[in-house]
C-alpha cells in the first residue's frame, strides 16, 4: 500500500452489487470501511468485516471521504450531503441523471473547496488504457472509425431499472461507459445519433432491449457503440475495435487476446453484471488507488467530474435523439430540453 494512502478512513454509502468490488478493492487498499445503507449493511458488514454507521450523518463525521455506490437516481441527493459536510467525494457512474445535475453537483464542490471524481471504472481495465495509449502515441495514426460493444445479463426484470426516470435505461446505465470510451479514445462529440429497439414505452424500458449510438467526433472520427440488455444469464462481454490511418487496436472480452474479463469469484452473488479481470491487479483496485490518491493531494486521476458530466450530457443527447428520430448537433444541444 502506498505511504499516501496510509491510515485511510473511507465512508461506503450503499450495500449493493457494485458495493462489494469497491470493498475488496478498499480493504486490499488497507482503508477501515464505514457503511451506511438503507438496505443490506449489516450483512455487508459482516461479510467483509466492516463498521455501520446507523445514519449518514454519522457516517460524513467520521470519514475522510465517501464513497457512493448506491441506485443512480440518489447520486445527486447523497453527493449533496457529503460536499455540505466538507467531504470529498468519489460517486459510481453516471455521475447524476442529467448533464445539469452533474454540474449542479460539480459547482457545490468547487464552492465547497472539496474534491470530486467519478468512478467510471473502465478506463482502468488494462485493454482500453493500451489503447489509450497507443493512440496518444500515435501509434495507428489518426483515429478514422471505432466501434464500441457492451453487454450484460438484463437488471431490468425487476426493481428500478426499467423506470428509465430512475435509470436512464440501457443508455444512460450500461453504455455510458463506452460514451465516455468513444470521446477518451477518438476526442470531443459534434453530433449524436441514436436508435434503441424494442423502443422504450411510456417510460418503461423493456426487460431484454438494444441500444446504437453513433457518435461523430471534432476529429472527423466517426464511432459507433452498441449496448445490449440481453436475456437472464447472458454472459458479460464487452470489446472494441479502433482503426486509425495506419493501424487497428481490436480487443473482446471473450478473446484470446492476452486480458479476460471474468465474474468476481463469489462476490456478487452470481451477478452478471460486473466484469472483472483475472489478470493482473483488479481495475477496480487500481481506480480507488487513483482516485483515493488524488483526493490525498496528489496527482489528478485520469478521470475527472468533468468527465462524468460529459458521459451523462452524451447519454441524454442519445436519448433525445431517439425521441426526435434525428441527430443531435451538441454544439448547441440544450439538455434543458432533454427527455426527462
Not at 428500478?160 to 443508455?171: L, P, Q
Not at 496527482?299 to 443527447?317: F, I, K, N, Q
Amino acid at each position: 500500500m502506498s505511504e499516501q494512502l496510509a491510515d485511510l478512513t473511507v465512508g461506503l454509502i450503499g450495500a449493493g452489487n457494485i458495493a462489494h468490488v469497491h470493498v475488496a478493492a478498499w480493504k486490499a487498499l488497507g482503508a477501515r470501511v464505514l457503511v451506511h445503507s438503507l438496505e443490506g449493511a449489516p450483512e455487508l458488514a459482516e461479510q467483509y468485516g466492516l463498521e455501520v454507521s446507523p445514519t449518514l450523518d454519522a457516517l460524513l463525521g467520521q470519514v475522510e471521504f465517501v464513497d457512493i455506490v448506491t441506485p443512480s437516481p440518489t447520486h445527486k441527493e447523497i453527493a449533496l450531503a457529503a460536499i455540505k459536510a466538507g467531504k470529498n467525494v468519489i460517486c459510481e457512474k453516471p455521475l447524476t441523471l442529467t448533464a445539469t445535475d452533474s454540474h449542479e453537483v460539480i459547482d457545490a464542490a468547487k464552492a465547497a473547496g472539496v474534491v470530486l471524481y467519478p468512478a467510471h471504472v473502465v478506463r482502468f481495465f488494462p485493454a482500453y488504457k493500451a489503447a489509450y495509449d497507443a493512440i496518444q502515441a500515435g501509434r495507428i495514426g489518426k483515429v478514422a472509425v471505432a466501434r464500441f460493444f457492451r453487454q450484460a445479463s438484463s437488471p431490468a426484470g425487476a426493481g428500478w431499472y426499467r423506470d428509465v426516470a430512475r435509470s436512464g435505461g440501457v443508455i444512460m446505465d450500461l453504455m455510458v461507459h463506452d460514451l465516455d470510451q468513444a470521446r477518451w479514445l477518438c476526442g470531443d462529440v459534434t453530433s449524436v445519433y441514436a436508435v434503441q429497439n424494442p423502443p422504450t414505452v411510456d417510460g418503461i424500458s423493456p426487460v431484454n432491449v438494444a441500444a446504437h449510438v453513433t457518435l461523430t467526433h471534432a476529429t472527423g472520427a466517426i464511432s459507433h457503440c452498441r449496448a445490449t440488455w440481453g436475456a437472464t444469464g447472458t454472459t458479460f462481454q464487452s470489446g472494441f475495435t479502433v482503426a486509425g490511418a495506419s493501424g487497428v487496436l481490436k480487443f473482446t472480452s471473450n478473446g484470446d487476446s492476452g486480458y479476460s474479463e471474468e465474474l468476481q469469484d463469489g462476490d456478487t452473488g452470481g451477478d452478471l453484471l460486473i466484469p472483472a479481470s483475472t489478470l493482473g491487479e483488479s481495475p477496480y483496485l487500481t481506480q480507488l488507488r487513483e482516485l483515493a490518491t488524488g483526493l490525498r493531494g496528489g496527482a489528478d486521476p485520469r478521470v475527472l467530474a468533468s468527465d462524468g458530466a460529459t458521459a451523462v450530457y452524451l447519454a441524454e443527447a442519445a436519448r433525445a435523439s431517439m425521441a426526435s428520430g434525428r441527430a443531435i448537433d451538441m454544439t448547441s444541444f440544450d439538455t434543458s430540453g432533454a427527455v426527462a
